[in-house]
């Protein structure tokens, strides 16, 4: 391991470094549906009543930052991984928002947050990485005030996959339900008003959504850091290379969720 890379506890493929940790180096991050699916869901958990938001897995910062843009609203932003703060810390900088956003290194499975806290709670494509999706969401619910809201983007199989597409999917360190399965999960927690809105996804599309997430300002830059890992660093060479031969079909057989609801008053 070098210095750039702070391993995330994630799965990390036959290389000893895993998706995360090669994003985490290289200043990416990114989750399905881009913008127009953070849009719908800062409109469903009503960001705009929010005095105090938490955003959990927040990466490389886009989704605080755009929050801190678009809403008055205090925002709390919390990540495993150093690095990804670091990226985090220094998009706020440059979008001149840096005093609204709190950032701090958290486990998603233990909040270092008081119970009932926060207006609003969300989280986008984190749970994927995640075992005990059950535990986590149940730390969302413990830190959301009575009467707030917490939402979920995480992907789902929208078809059986087939071995080669669930193979890919472990090496690179997801453990993805289908959507029956998360309707279960969404179920029993017991939340009121709760709502799941689903979507297809498609390669170009998905492509495109990435590209306007991250913004080329920092894709151009983050794809030289990746060149220069892959010249560089043997075991970076090999673990890229195992993620970037994905089977054909993958983003396909995906899609994802949006799951709401409102923690229920005491
Ligand atoms: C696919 S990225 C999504 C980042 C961000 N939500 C976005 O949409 O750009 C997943 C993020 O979750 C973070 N993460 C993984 N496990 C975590 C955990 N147990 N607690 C908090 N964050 C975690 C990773 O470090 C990474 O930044």
């Known amino acids: 391991m070098n210095e750039t890379m ?7 493929g036959q290389t000893g470094l895993g998706y995360l940790d090669i994003q985490a180096a290289v200043g990416i991050s990114k ?10 869901l800062h409109r469903l958990i009503a960001l705009h009543q929010a005095a105090e938001v938490l955003e959990i897995g927040c990466g490389i910062g886009v989704g605080p930052v755009y929050i801190a843009q678009k809403f008055p609203c205090q925002v709390v ?19 001149g928002v840096r005093e609204r956003i709190h950032f701090q290194r958290a ?17 986008e494509s984190v749970l994927a990485f995640i075992p005990q999706k059950g535990v986590a969401i149940q730390e969302m619910i413990r ?5 707030g809201h917490i939402g979920l983007n995480e992907t789902y199989w929208a078809s059986q996959p087939d071995p080669a597409l669930l193979a890919q999917s472990f090496s690179i360190g997801t453990e993805i339900l289908s959507e029956h399965d998360w309707r279960q999960i969404w179920d029993a927690t017991g939340l009121e008003a709760r709502l799941i809105q689903t979507y297809k996804l ?14 080329w300002r920092s894709i151009l830059p983050a794809w030289g850091r990746v ?40």
Do not use: C
């Open 227 to 266: 060149l220069k890992l892959m010249l560089t660093r043997p075991a970076a060479r090999r673990a890229i290379r195992e993620q970037l031969d994905a089977p054909t079909g993958l983003i396909e057989a995906l899609g994802y969720g949006l799951f709401v609801g409102r923690k229920p008053n005491l």
């Open 202 to 215: 498609d390669t170009r599309g998905e492509l495109r959504d990435r590209i306007g997430w991250i913004g």
């Open 31 to 40: 989750h399905m549906g881009g913008y127009p699916a953070t849009d719908e």
């Open 107 to 123: 486990d998603v499975l233990d909040l270092p947050f008081k119970d009932n806290r926060f207006d609003a709670v969300l989280i």
């Open 143 to 147: 830190v959301t005030r009575p009467g």
């Open 77 to 95: 932003a919390v990540d495993i991984s150093e690095r990804m703060l670091a990226w985090a810390r220094q998009r706020a900088r440059r979008a």
């Open 6 to 12: 702070d391993q995330n506890r994630t799965h990390t």
